[in-house]
């Protein structure tokens, strides 16, 4: 899918990811961009930058997000690329413990790296299949294909975001309707600085301009899976390969973080 001339709409686009992904989309030469955010001047501050418009949306309340979509589709016409892409990151409230966060981490995960595609899909799939297609893009994670040392919330819910987005491209292809879920490592955003430093540092952080010039090529090519990090091929292939080796690895690789973490004491 080429964004020239379409009408695009991003979640989460007032900071990191989402931003540049706006900002990448206007040198794309997409026609009208929405930026939707919860931060309602971050928003401002992104539709200034990418000449689009700004949104002020929690994407965890159904209704609203349900008549921002609709608001966007009467202002700036038919949303020809919906990018799913606002994000929480909820780390493990006891270090070791995997089933230590607090109730609402893990309901507030579902709902904004979940639900909040479902939301999305309940709306516009009747609107793209009665025009004939359309293409979402999902921001999940590579913890979502791997895993989040210490993160159980994140890894998780990132982990049913790819069901979800798995689900979408299944059912609707004969709509129409593509997907693709783009699968980062760390990437230099405040959402990375607000987690203790973990694997997903290994590889290398990205900076989000990066991200989102894969993520056009990506679009371009219309690939399911986006990954901006090359060994995260690599590691999936390991894990299906041998998935208690797999385990094993992981334990391993947690342990030497941990004594890392701990020298550095
Ligand atoms: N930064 C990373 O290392 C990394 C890696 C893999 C995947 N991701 C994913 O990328 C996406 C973007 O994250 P980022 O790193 O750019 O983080 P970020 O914190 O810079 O941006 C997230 C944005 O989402 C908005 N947001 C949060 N909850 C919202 C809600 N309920 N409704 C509307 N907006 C909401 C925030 O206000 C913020 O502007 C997330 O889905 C995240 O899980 C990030």
């Given at each position: ?10 979640t989460?686009?007032g900071?990191g990811?989402?931003?540049?992904l ?13 930026v939707i955010d919860?931060?309602?001047a971050d ?5 200034s ?7 002020g ?10 008549e ?8 700036q016409?038919a ?10 990151a ?6 070791g413990e995997?089933?230590?966060a607090?109730n609402?981490d893990?309901e ?10 479902i939301?999305?899909a309940r709306?516009?799939?009747?609107k793209?299949r009665a025009?004939?297609?359309g293409r979402?893009?999902?921001t999940?994670?590579a ?15 990132k982990h049913a975001?790819i ?7 299944i ?7 593509g ?8 990437v ?8 203790p430093?973990?694997?997903e540092?290994?590889d ?6 990066a991200?989102a010039i ?16 090359d060994?995260v ?16 690895g992981m334990?391993?690789?947690g ?6 973490a701990?020298?550095?004491r």
């Amino acid at each position: 899918m080429e964004v020239r001339g379409r009408t695009v709409a991003v979640t989460g686009a007032g900071s990191g990811i989402g931003r540049a992904l706006c900002l990448a989309f206007a040198r794309e030469g997409a026609g009208q961009i929405a930026v939707i955010d919860i931060n309602q001047a971050d928003a401002n501050a992104v539709a200034s930058d990418c000449g689009g418009r700004a949104y002020g949306c929690d994407v965890t309340d159904e209704n609203v997000l349900a008549e921002i979509l609709e608001r966007i589709e009467g202002e700036q016409g038919a949303i020809d690329l919906f990018c799913s892409n606002a994000g929480i990151a909820r780390m493990d409230a006891v270090k070791g413990e995997a089933a230590s966060a607090p109730n609402r981490d893990w309901e507030a995960s579902w709902q904004v790296n979940v639900m909040q595609h479902i939301y999305a899909a309940r709306v516009l799939v009747p609107k793209m299949r009665a025009r004939g297609g359309g293409r979402f893009l999902i921001t999940a994670s590579a913890a979502g294909l791997l895993t989040q040392l210490g993160g159980a919330p994140y890894a998780v819910t990132k982990h049913a975001a790819i069901g979800f987005a798995e689900m979408l491209a299944i059912t609707h292809a004969k709509d129409g309707i593509g997907v693709s879920v783009l699968c980062p490592q760390g990437v230099e955003t405040p959402l990375l600085q607000s987690i203790p430093a973990g694997p997903e540092r290994v590889d290398g952080v990205l900076s989000a301009e990066a991200v989102a010039i894969s993520t056009i090529e990506g679009l371009r090519k219309e690939a399911f899976l986006i990954l901006p990090h090359d060994n995260v091929q690599r590691y999936m292939q390991a894990k299906t390969a041998d998935y208690d080796r797999w385990i094993r690895g992981m334990i391993k690789l947690g342990r030497r973080l941990d004594e890392g973490a701990a020298t550095e004491r």
